[in-house]
């Protein structure tokens, strides 16, 4: 299974890319904003998409609008990862067509948590 981590900061994609190998998922790949995720979709496979939401160029709930208008990517599963927690801005980001969303920080648990409930145990 290969994931694909979107995240500006290069710091945040080796935490995330460390806590995914920590639980398992060693197939990971990046980008550092929407317009770079898209790029890598439309060039490798890829089973689950994990962005965060604040990016410049394309930020993650462009993303996943753009991913849910595209016939290839709309059953992508997508996990928002973020320090955006007000429930307004979490219900926006369902309703665009996150799987899931988690609130930084958070630890490979959580993680594994969020993915389980996205993929099944």
């Keep these: 299974m290969r994931l694909l981590v979107v995240d500006d900061s290069s710091t945040m994609r080796r935490i995330i890319k460390n806590s ?22 439309e060039s490798e496979k890829v089973d689950l998409v994990i962005t965060d939401w604040n990016m ?15 016939p290839t990517l709309k059953q992508m599963p997508i996990l ?3 320090t955006v927690a007000e429930k307004e801005e979490i219900l926006k ?29």
């Design 20 to 41: 995914l190998k920590a639980i398992g998922y060693d197939d990971v790949v990046d980008a550092e904003n929407g317009q770079g995720a898209l790029a890598r979709l």
């Design 56 to 70: 410049p160029v394309m930020n993650g709930l462009e993303l996943v609008i753009a991913m849910r208008a595209s």
């Design 93 to 121: 980001a369902m309703q665009a067509g996150v799987s899931n969303y988690v609130v930084k920080p958070f630890d490979a648990a959580t993680l594994k948590k969020k993915i389980d409930q996205i993929l099944g145990p």
């Design 80 to 82: 928002m990862v973020t």
